[in-house]
């Protein structure tokens, strides 16, 4: 079946007491059983529930996965993979990535003892060097966080086999329209289902998705354990949400194109990220694993002027100053104080990521209106 068919119809089934063509939403704690465990398996909502069995369904199949868990949120569906570590194991992480996921790492599971290596994967070569008997995850994102770098995750994926650990990849920036890390050998894709798979910014939640039927039953127990589940009527919007993503998908990409090429032309713009760019690093890795180039952009003035970057973000009237992306509006954001001000200055300026850079997540609306929203912010 046809991605965009997918997005229509995985995981949603008319339902059968009423021919409903949308699944209801089940907004219900527990489920009346006849007889103690005689039932039509349905206990308890953080533990089952129809919608969410829907959603999750319908992430799976657009991952081209087996199994699909969705969580209360993005940095939720990050914690349930961590905690099936232990003491002593070491996550070999890239360098450039989401502030809360730098946050958790760091600030949550160092302190149980897990060891965090953040390193360039540009060469995912770079990885072997890094990997010891206490090695058990990789742990990438790309597009990254916000400085669009191009992880070959195929390679990554042959890395993680022959040391015979899990490889888990961050799609959220890409979507599952764009990009399917299960194809290319991952064990686990994690999503920000907040951003586009939702995409109308009204929705916080997370996923993961793999084909390993241990492995999810290790993930499952430790959702339903530690109870970081998504609601029914958050899980209602996004099954609402996905039937458009395929749409959505194309029009950010046609935007984001727009977009960028006018930032680059712009004499007062230094440097602008995104992978579409044939100059851009890994550009032919991302040709060859991406379906489109995405709509997230970033970018810097000549001079790391952070109050000159405020000005501009203050002045526009289409972009939206705000912490999220991937909704059918365009945003702005400011990494260094808002999604990646958990990083020290010193690693963010490792990577690049200066006190100047804006990152973009181009919408839906016309693109002329964006690029007229830009030229007067950007004067």
Known sequence: MHFD??????????????????????????????????????EYSRTQNPTRFALQDSIAALENA???????????????????LKPGDEVISGNDLYGGTYRIFTKIFEDFGIKFHFIDMDDVSKIEGYINENTKLIWLETPTNPMMNIIDIAAAASIAKKHKVLLGVDNTFASPALQNPIDLGADIVMHSVTKYLGGHSDVVMGALAMNDKELYERLAFIQNSCGAVAGPQDCFLVLRGIKTLHLRM??????????ANYLKNHPKINKVYWPGFEDHPNHDIAKSQMKGFGGMISFTFHEDDMQRSF????????FALAESLGGVESMANHPATMTHGAIPKEERMKVGLLDSLIRLSVGIENAEDLISDLEQAIG
């Open 250 to 259: 194309e029009r950010h990409c046609e935007n984001g194109a727009k977009i």
């Open 5 to 42: 068919t997918k997005a229509v119809h995985a995981g949603v089934e008319p339902d059968p007491s009423t021919g409903a063509i949308m699944t209801p939403i089940f907004q219900t704690s527990t489920y009346v059983q006849k007889s103690p465990g005689d039932h039509k398996g349905f």
């Open 66 to 84: 087996n199994h699909g868990l969705v969580f209360a949120s993005g940095l939720a569906a990050i914690d349930a993979v961590i905690k099936l």
């Open 311 to 318: 000005e501009v973000m203050e002045r526009f009237k289409v």
